[in-house]
């Protein structure tokens, strides 16, 4: 086998350089060009972060629960143009004595209202309640007339915020059974241990996000989270997908590995999981302004703002973790494993055959000699000076 010298074509070099790419070229096309799988340990311990800082939210501050979880009293009267949420806040410390929970404005124009959450209230402080707010605020019902009945109040006992929280902690669990058998039956199994361990990944994340924040969680929120995990399935349905695509008979070929070839369908897939993202939390966005700031719908809010955490971490989880994840798993023991020291070793001997080569150049450079490149057996092809002819002629070879 003969090898061409660079040195003898003036344009080898300009060919055989690869091309150069910008950052938004590579990302576009998907050619491999962001190094995901080769800076796993990166990614593992950045996601280890964002796991013990959620973890350590999670078990020091805990989560502000809604009054559908933890029960209470809401109070509602309508938003009047000299009632403001200071106002009532001040009128309900000064009647009750200590300080609500929230208060808040919901809604706009004629139907803005103004909520506040409390401790359960007895028939005593809730009839003193009404009372001073009736006083100070004279509102007027949907009619337009003061009354004392335009101020509701509602009571929300504790054993109906257990059996809420209850519901929904099995509809979450029932949630994540059901889509770790899908999982399991979709995909192979160290698929399907990345799969399970981004989707833990995500729920505890935005959890401890909402811990961290001091989001309230309410009953939307949970609804949220349940869509999200959705989401962050898909997500890593379609990533797997490409990574199957990519990797299916590698092992019998030397010239790639597994991560190489897993890490170029995370490539491919970064574009799509980008544009997915931003298509996704667009409406979000708009949910939160439109139905936040401008009608003051605070359910929205809730289910707008878990939504919006879980879609970015679960875009993140599906590329930067669950393939670095399964290509660990991959490389650890079986037939991957000795795949790729197959081509690393062999990719070890043929770097050591070019540098002894080259090394043997630079000798002869240094010698005042020409070496040529062209291996022994070809090199040698005329009888040596002083042997007798064997009276056989040579053949070409074809």
Do not use: C
């Not at 990345?194 to 935005?206: C, K, P």
């Amino acid at each position: 086998m003969s090898t061409s010298s660079p040195t003898l074509e003036p344009d080898a070099p300009n060919r055989s350089r690869a091309p150069q790419h910008g950052f938004f070229e590579r990302l576009y096309t998907g050619t491999g060009g962001f190094e995901i799988v080769g800076r796993r340990r990166f990614f593992y311990m950045l996601s280890a972060t964002f796991l013990l800082l959620s973890i350590l939210s999670i078990a020091v501050r805990g989560f502000t629960l809604g009054i559908d979880f933890a029960g209470g009293s809401r109070i509602q009267l309508p938003a009047s143009d000299i009632a403001t949420t200071q106002q009532v806040e001040d009128v309900y410390t000064e009647t009750i004595g200590h300080e609500p929970v929230t208060v808040q404005k919901v809604g706009s124009g004629d139907s803005a209202t103004i909520q506040v959450r409390s401790e359960t209230l007895d028939l005593e402080q809730t009839a003193a309640l009404q009372t001073a707010l009736f006083d100070e605020f004279q509102p007027k019902n949907a009619d337009g007339e003061v009354t004392r009945n335009a101020i509701s109040i509602a009571e929300i006992s504790e054993t109906w915020g257990s059996q809420i929280t209850r519901q929904a902690v099995i509809a979450l669990l029932v949630f994540v059974v059901l889509t770790m058998i899908y999982i399991a039956i979709r995909f192979e199994r160290d698929m399907s241990i990345a799969a399970i361990a981004s989707l833990f990944f995500n729920l505890v994340v935005t959890a401890g996000i909402y811990s961290l924040v001091g989001f309230e969680v309410t009953p939307a929120a949970v609804i949220g989270l349940l869509t999200i995990l959705g989401f962050v399935l898909y997500d890593n349905v379609v990533v797997f997908d490409k990574v199957e695509e990519n990797t299916r008979g590698v092992l019998h070929l030397t010239r790639r590995t597994y991560a190489e070839q897993a890490n170029l369908a995370a490539n491919q897939t970064l574009m799509r999981s980008i544009n997915t993202t931003v298509i996704g939390i667009l409406p979000i966005i708009g949910m939160l302004v439109i139905a936040v700031w401008l009608l003051g719908v605070g359910t929205l809010k809730d289910l707008a703002l878990v939504q919006l955490v879980g879609m970015i971490v679960g875009a993140y989880s599906s590329i930067f973790f669950a393939v670095p994840v399964l290509v660990s798993i991959k490389e650890r023991w079986g037939p991957v494993a000795a795949h790729t020291k197959k081509v690393l070793a062999k990719r070890s001997g043929a770097a050591g055959a070019k540098a002894a080569a080259a090394g043997e150049r630079r000798a002869g450079s240094a010698a005042g000699r020409e070496v040529s490149e062209t291996p022994r057996r070809t090199r040698d092809t005329g009888p040596r000076p002083g042997t007798r002819p064997s009276g056989k002629r040579h053949r070409k070879s074809h």
